[in-house]
Protein backbone atom coordinates (compact mmCIF):
# COMPACT_ATOMS: atom_id res chain seq x y z
CA UNK A 1 0.00 0.00 0.00
CA UNK A 2 1.02 3.52 -0.96
CA UNK A 3 2.82 5.52 2.01
CA UNK A 4 1.33 8.77 3.19
CA UNK A 5 4.72 11.22 4.14
CA UNK A 6 2.67 13.96 5.91
CA UNK A 7 4.68 15.37 9.30
CA UNK A 8 2.51 14.59 12.08
CA UNK A 9 1.35 17.50 14.37
CA UNK A 10 4.08 19.12 16.43
CA UNK A 11 2.45 17.53 19.86
CA UNK A 12 0.25 14.62 19.93
CA UNK A 13 -3.37 15.15 19.37
CA UNK A 14 -5.21 15.36 22.69
CA UNK A 15 -8.34 13.65 22.33
CA UNK A 16 -11.14 12.70 25.01
CA UNK A 17 -13.26 9.60 24.63
CA UNK A 18 -17.44 9.74 25.36
CA UNK A 19 -18.65 6.46 25.65
CA UNK A 20 -16.62 3.10 27.05
CA UNK A 21 -18.67 -0.09 25.75
CA UNK A 22 -16.81 -2.11 23.92
CA UNK A 23 -16.18 -0.07 20.87
CA UNK A 24 -15.06 2.90 22.47
CA UNK A 25 -12.75 0.27 24.57
CA UNK A 26 -11.37 -1.07 21.32
CA UNK A 27 -10.92 3.03 19.85
CA UNK A 28 -9.34 3.57 23.97
CA UNK A 29 -6.68 0.82 23.46
CA UNK A 30 -5.65 1.70 19.82
CA UNK A 31 -5.41 5.56 20.94
CA UNK A 32 -2.42 3.49 23.58
CA UNK A 33 -0.53 2.05 20.85
CA UNK A 34 -0.12 5.72 18.72
CA UNK A 35 2.32 8.57 20.00
CA UNK A 36 0.61 10.83 17.29
CA UNK A 37 -3.06 10.47 19.65
CA UNK A 38 -3.01 10.50 23.69
CA UNK A 39 -6.38 10.10 25.73
CA UNK A 40 -6.58 12.88 27.44
CA UNK A 41 -10.17 12.62 29.37
CA UNK A 42 -12.85 9.66 29.07
CA UNK A 43 -16.35 9.81 30.29
CA UNK A 44 -19.10 6.84 30.16
CA UNK A 45 -22.46 7.26 31.79
CA UNK A 46 -21.42 3.95 33.48
CA UNK A 47 -18.84 5.29 35.95
CA UNK A 48 -17.26 1.62 36.88
CA UNK A 49 -16.19 1.94 33.10
CA UNK A 50 -14.54 5.19 33.34
CA UNK A 51 -13.18 4.44 36.56
CA UNK A 52 -11.77 0.97 35.84
CA UNK A 53 -9.91 2.85 33.08
CA UNK A 54 -9.23 5.51 34.86
CA UNK A 55 -6.57 3.54 37.29
CA UNK A 56 -4.84 1.90 35.11
CA UNK A 57 -1.14 2.55 35.94
CA UNK A 58 1.09 4.60 33.33
CA UNK A 59 -2.01 5.97 31.79
CA UNK A 60 -2.86 8.94 32.81
CA UNK A 61 -6.17 10.47 31.95
CA UNK A 62 -9.03 12.69 33.30
CA UNK A 63 -12.46 10.90 34.42
CA UNK A 64 -15.31 13.37 34.09
CA UNK A 65 -18.40 13.63 35.63
CA UNK A 66 -20.35 14.50 32.62
CA UNK A 67 -19.97 14.54 29.00
CA UNK A 68 -20.57 18.30 29.07
CA UNK A 69 -17.65 18.57 31.48
CA UNK A 70 -15.11 16.81 29.03
CA UNK A 71 -16.40 19.08 26.08
CA UNK A 72 -15.35 22.27 28.34
CA UNK A 73 -12.14 21.52 28.81
CA UNK A 74 -10.20 23.84 26.23
CA UNK A 75 -6.91 21.17 26.87
CA UNK A 76 -9.22 18.83 24.31
CA UNK A 77 -8.70 19.03 21.09
CA UNK A 78 -10.88 16.38 19.53
CA UNK A 79 -13.70 13.61 20.67
CA UNK A 80 -14.40 10.11 19.57
CA UNK A 81 -17.71 9.54 20.36
CA UNK A 82 -18.52 6.06 20.82
CA UNK A 83 -22.42 5.70 22.36
CA UNK A 84 -25.73 4.72 21.09
CA UNK A 85 -26.90 6.17 18.04
CA UNK A 86 -30.23 7.09 20.49
CA UNK A 87 -27.65 10.14 21.44
CA UNK A 88 -24.96 10.54 19.43
CA UNK A 89 -26.20 13.30 17.54
CA UNK A 90 -27.35 15.54 20.78
CA UNK A 91 -23.33 14.83 21.76
CA UNK A 92 -21.51 15.71 18.43
CA UNK A 93 -23.65 19.07 18.04
CA UNK A 94 -22.13 19.93 21.51
CA UNK A 95 -18.89 19.15 20.39
CA UNK A 96 -18.87 20.97 17.50
CA UNK A 97 -20.36 24.00 19.53
CA UNK A 98 -17.29 23.31 22.06
CA UNK A 99 -15.00 23.70 19.14
CA UNK A 100 -14.00 19.84 18.87
CA UNK A 101 -13.11 17.96 16.12
CA UNK A 102 -15.27 14.53 16.07
CA UNK A 103 -14.74 11.16 15.15
CA UNK A 104 -17.81 9.54 15.90
CA UNK A 105 -19.33 5.92 15.70
CA UNK A 106 -21.38 4.88 12.51
CA UNK A 107 -24.24 5.95 10.88
CA UNK A 108 -23.96 9.56 12.01
CA UNK A 109 -27.57 10.42 12.93
CA UNK A 110 -31.11 9.47 13.72
CA UNK A 111 -32.10 10.14 10.03
CA UNK A 112 -30.37 11.40 6.51
CA UNK A 113 -31.93 14.60 7.34
CA UNK A 114 -30.07 14.72 10.45
CA UNK A 115 -26.50 13.70 9.28
CA UNK A 116 -27.31 16.22 7.00
CA UNK A 117 -27.68 18.38 9.32
CA UNK A 118 -24.84 17.32 11.42
CA UNK A 119 -22.71 17.53 8.42
CA UNK A 120 -23.31 21.14 7.82
CA UNK A 121 -23.03 21.89 11.33
CA UNK A 122 -19.33 20.71 10.81
CA UNK A 123 -18.59 22.41 7.78
CA UNK A 124 -19.35 25.69 10.10
CA UNK A 125 -17.61 25.15 12.63
CA UNK A 126 -14.69 24.19 10.46
CA UNK A 127 -13.51 21.19 12.55
CA UNK A 128 -12.95 17.61 11.17
CA UNK A 129 -15.92 15.44 10.89
CA UNK A 130 -14.88 11.42 10.67
CA UNK A 131 -17.96 9.04 10.41
CA UNK A 132 -16.21 5.49 12.30
CA UNK A 133 -16.34 3.16 9.35
CA UNK A 134 -13.27 1.66 10.22
CA UNK A 135 -13.92 -1.48 7.87
CA UNK A 136 -12.41 0.95 5.04
CA UNK A 137 -9.23 0.82 7.35
CA UNK A 138 -8.25 -2.67 6.73
CA UNK A 139 -5.49 -3.53 5.03
CA UNK A 140 -7.18 -6.40 2.87
CA UNK A 141 -10.12 -3.51 1.68
CA UNK A 142 -7.68 -0.77 1.05
CA UNK A 143 -4.89 -2.89 -0.81
CA UNK A 144 -8.27 -4.47 -2.99
CA UNK A 145 -9.48 -0.08 -3.20
CA UNK A 146 -5.53 0.58 -4.58
CA UNK A 147 -5.76 -2.50 -6.82
CA UNK A 148 -9.31 -1.22 -8.24
CA UNK A 149 -8.14 2.21 -8.70
CA UNK A 150 -5.25 1.25 -10.66
CA UNK A 151 -7.10 -0.55 -13.05
CA UNK A 152 -6.17 -4.12 -12.23
CA UNK A 153 -9.93 -5.67 -12.70
CA UNK A 154 -11.09 -3.23 -15.23
CA UNK A 155 -14.78 -1.89 -14.65
CA UNK A 156 -16.37 -3.37 -11.45
CA UNK A 157 -19.93 -5.25 -12.05
CA UNK A 158 -20.92 -6.49 -9.19
CA UNK A 159 -20.36 -7.06 -5.08
CA UNK A 160 -21.21 -9.94 -3.83
CA UNK A 161 -21.50 -9.14 -0.03
CA UNK A 162 -22.01 -11.76 3.41
CA UNK A 163 -21.52 -10.23 7.00
CA UNK A 164 -22.86 -11.89 10.00
CA UNK A 165 -22.47 -13.34 13.34
CA UNK A 166 -24.35 -15.60 15.86
CA UNK A 167 -24.56 -12.90 18.70
CA UNK A 168 -24.40 -14.32 22.09
CA UNK A 169 -26.42 -15.09 25.05
CA UNK A 170 -29.36 -12.77 25.63
CA UNK A 171 -28.25 -10.82 22.06
CA UNK A 172 -32.22 -10.40 21.55
CA UNK A 173 -32.30 -8.05 24.56
CA UNK A 174 -29.36 -6.24 24.04
CA UNK A 175 -29.53 -2.20 24.00
CA UNK A 176 -28.05 -2.62 20.12
CA UNK A 177 -31.10 -4.99 19.04
CA UNK A 178 -34.19 -2.84 20.76
CA UNK A 179 -34.93 0.07 18.26
CA UNK A 180 -35.32 3.01 21.24
CA UNK A 181 -31.65 2.71 21.89
CA UNK A 182 -30.19 1.45 18.01
CA UNK A 183 -32.57 2.24 15.71
CA UNK A 184 -32.04 -0.35 13.84
CA UNK A 185 -31.27 -3.95 13.64
CA UNK A 186 -28.27 -6.18 11.55
CA UNK A 187 -29.17 -3.91 8.88
CA UNK A 188 -28.02 -0.46 10.65
CA UNK A 189 -25.56 -1.86 12.92
CA UNK A 190 -23.02 -4.26 10.35
CA UNK A 191 -25.23 -4.48 7.12
CA UNK A 192 -24.21 -0.16 6.90
CA UNK A 193 -20.22 -1.15 7.03
CA UNK A 194 -21.42 -3.27 3.32
CA UNK A 195 -23.54 -0.28 2.13
CA UNK A 196 -20.51 2.31 2.89
CA UNK A 197 -17.84 -0.08 0.89
CA UNK A 198 -19.93 -0.41 -1.33
CA UNK A 199 -20.77 3.51 -2.32
CA UNK A 200 -16.81 3.78 -1.76
CA UNK A 201 -16.26 1.31 -4.32
CA UNK A 202 -19.16 2.25 -6.43
CA UNK A 203 -21.52 4.92 -5.90
CA UNK A 204 -24.46 7.04 -7.13
CA UNK A 205 -26.79 3.83 -6.38
CA UNK A 206 -30.41 5.20 -6.99
CA UNK A 207 -32.15 2.03 -6.76
CA UNK A 208 -32.63 -0.37 -3.86
CA UNK A 209 -34.53 -3.67 -2.61
CA UNK A 210 -34.42 -4.99 0.47
CA UNK A 211 -36.25 -8.11 2.70
CA UNK A 212 -35.78 -7.18 6.71
CA UNK A 213 -37.00 -10.72 8.83
CA UNK A 214 -36.66 -11.71 12.57
CA UNK A 215 -36.35 -14.84 12.30
CA UNK A 216 -34.16 -16.17 15.86
CA UNK A 217 -33.84 -13.41 17.94
CA UNK A 218 -37.37 -13.33 19.31
CA UNK A 219 -37.34 -10.85 22.18
CA UNK A 220 -35.49 -8.08 19.41
CA UNK A 221 -38.53 -5.87 18.02
CA UNK A 222 -35.52 -5.31 15.11
CA UNK A 223 -34.37 -8.14 12.12
CA UNK A 224 -31.74 -10.15 12.43
CA UNK A 225 -31.31 -11.04 8.87
CA UNK A 226 -31.51 -8.21 6.21
CA UNK A 227 -31.17 -9.24 2.24
CA UNK A 228 -30.66 -6.29 -0.17
CA UNK A 229 -29.56 -5.12 -3.51
CA UNK A 230 -28.34 -1.57 -4.40
CA UNK A 231 -28.12 -0.28 -8.12
CA UNK A 232 -26.96 2.64 -10.15
CA UNK A 233 -28.00 3.73 -13.47
CA UNK A 234 -24.20 2.33 -15.01
CA UNK A 235 -25.90 -1.08 -14.60
CA UNK A 236 -23.60 -2.01 -11.62
CA UNK A 237 -24.98 -3.96 -8.45
CA UNK A 238 -24.24 -4.42 -4.62
CA UNK A 239 -26.36 -7.42 -3.67
CA UNK A 240 -25.54 -8.43 0.45
CA UNK A 241 -26.61 -10.49 3.49
CA UNK A 242 -26.24 -9.05 6.74
CA UNK A 243 -27.22 -11.50 9.41
CA UNK A 244 -27.12 -12.23 13.28
CA UNK A 245 -27.99 -15.90 12.35
CA UNK A 246 -24.94 -16.65 10.52
CA UNK A 247 -23.48 -18.95 13.34
CA UNK A 248 -20.08 -18.99 12.26
CA UNK A 249 -18.60 -15.38 11.53
CA UNK A 250 -18.14 -14.79 8.31
CA UNK A 251 -16.92 -11.35 6.52
CA UNK A 252 -16.92 -12.36 2.37
CA UNK A 253 -16.87 -8.83 0.39
CA UNK A 254 -16.26 -9.98 -3.64
CA UNK A 255 -15.46 -7.43 -6.52
CA UNK A 256 -16.27 -8.54 -9.46
CA UNK A 257 -14.37 -6.63 -12.88
CA UNK A 258 -14.51 -6.74 -16.39
CA UNK A 259 -10.65 -8.26 -16.28
CA UNK A 260 -10.95 -10.14 -13.37
CA UNK A 261 -11.77 -10.12 -9.21
CA UNK A 262 -11.17 -9.01 -5.87
CA UNK A 263 -12.10 -10.97 -2.99
CA UNK A 264 -11.71 -10.17 1.10
CA UNK A 265 -12.37 -12.79 3.07
CA UNK A 266 -12.14 -12.27 7.35
CA UNK A 267 -11.75 -9.52 9.33
CA UNK A 268 -8.82 -11.10 12.03
CA UNK A 269 -9.95 -13.17 15.69
CA UNK A 270 -13.36 -14.86 15.43
CA UNK A 271 -13.79 -13.62 11.66
CA UNK A 272 -10.32 -15.47 10.39
CA UNK A 273 -7.71 -14.65 9.12
CA UNK A 274 -8.21 -11.40 7.01
CA UNK A 275 -6.74 -12.26 3.20
CA UNK A 276 -7.36 -10.91 -0.25
CA UNK A 277 -7.54 -12.83 -3.23
CA UNK A 278 -6.45 -10.95 -6.77
CA UNK A 279 -7.58 -12.81 -9.98
CA UNK A 280 -6.54 -11.35 -13.08
CA UNK A 281 -7.62 -12.36 -17.19
CA UNK A 282 -5.15 -13.21 -19.31
CA UNK A 283 -7.59 -15.16 -21.25
CA UNK A 284 -11.31 -15.76 -21.29
CA UNK A 285 -12.37 -19.16 -20.70
CA UNK A 286 -9.10 -20.23 -18.73
CA UNK A 287 -8.56 -20.47 -15.55
CA UNK A 288 -7.24 -16.90 -13.70
CA UNK A 289 -4.01 -16.23 -12.39
CA UNK A 290 -4.26 -15.42 -8.39
CA UNK A 291 -2.28 -13.86 -6.22
CA UNK A 292 -3.09 -14.18 -2.28
CA UNK A 293 -2.48 -11.83 0.61
CA UNK A 294 -2.72 -12.53 3.92
CA UNK A 295 -3.17 -10.25 6.73
CA UNK A 296 -2.83 -11.90 9.97
CA UNK A 297 -1.91 -10.33 13.79
CA UNK A 298 -4.26 -8.07 15.56
CA UNK A 299 -7.22 -5.66 13.77
CA UNK A 300 -4.99 -2.82 13.19
CA UNK A 301 -8.64 -0.30 11.21
CA UNK A 302 -9.05 0.55 14.96
CA UNK A 303 -5.34 2.46 14.83
CA UNK A 304 -5.21 3.18 11.01
CA UNK A 305 -8.62 5.33 11.30
CA UNK A 306 -7.42 7.13 13.97
CA UNK A 307 -4.56 8.07 12.34
CA UNK A 308 -6.09 9.30 8.93
CA UNK A 309 -8.20 11.40 12.01
CA UNK A 310 -5.36 12.92 13.82
CA UNK A 311 -3.76 13.14 9.49
CA UNK A 312 -7.03 15.01 8.67
CA UNK A 313 -6.95 17.30 10.83
CA UNK A 314 -3.18 18.29 11.25
CA UNK A 315 -3.38 19.46 7.27
CA UNK A 316 -6.50 20.51 7.23
CA UNK A 317 -8.18 18.40 4.86
CA UNK A 318 -11.46 16.30 4.31
CA UNK A 319 -11.01 12.65 6.38
CA UNK A 320 -11.78 9.24 4.84
CA UNK A 321 -15.38 9.10 5.62
CA UNK A 322 -16.70 12.33 6.23
CA UNK A 323 -19.85 13.80 7.13
CA UNK A 324 -21.17 14.11 3.29
CA UNK A 325 -19.98 10.19 2.65
CA UNK A 326 -22.12 9.32 5.68
CA UNK A 327 -24.56 11.06 4.65
CA UNK A 328 -25.11 8.79 1.54
CA UNK A 329 -25.03 6.03 3.71
CA UNK A 330 -28.10 7.31 5.59
CA UNK A 331 -29.90 7.77 2.43
CA UNK A 332 -29.29 4.21 1.14
CA UNK A 333 -29.97 2.90 4.47
CA UNK A 334 -33.24 4.56 4.67
CA UNK A 335 -34.10 3.70 1.51
CA UNK A 336 -33.04 -0.06 2.18
CA UNK A 337 -36.16 0.16 5.34
CA UNK A 338 -38.33 2.09 3.23
CA UNK A 339 -38.16 -0.86 0.61
CA UNK A 340 -38.46 -3.91 2.93
CA UNK A 341 -41.85 -1.86 4.31
CA UNK A 342 -43.13 -1.99 1.19
CA UNK A 343 -41.31 -4.97 -0.33
CA UNK A 344 -41.11 -2.31 -3.88
CA UNK A 345 -37.58 -1.44 -5.52
CA UNK A 346 -37.55 2.11 -4.14
CA UNK A 347 -35.94 5.39 -6.42
CA UNK A 348 -33.58 7.57 -4.22
CA UNK A 349 -31.58 10.31 -4.60
CA UNK A 350 -28.06 9.94 -2.83
Known sequence: MKKNNIKPNTHPLRVGIIGLGMIGTKRFNAIQQMKSIISHGIFDVDKAKSTAIANIPKIPVIQYPSYQALLADPTIEAVVIATPPHITSKIVRDAFKAGKHVLAEKPLGNTAADAAQISRAAQRSGKVLKAGFNHRHHPAIMKAHELFKEGAIGNIMYIRAVYGHGGRKGYGSEWRMQKKFSRGGELYDQGVHVIDLANWFIGEFDRVFATTRNLFWKKSDLEDNAFCQMLNKKGQVASFHASVTQWKNKFSFEIFGTKGYLFIDGLGRSYGTEKLTVGIEEELGKPYNETIYEFPGEDISWREEL??????????????????????VMKLLEGLYRSAKTNKILNIKT
Request: charged share 35%.
Open 307 to 328: TEFERAIATKRRPMADGTDNVV
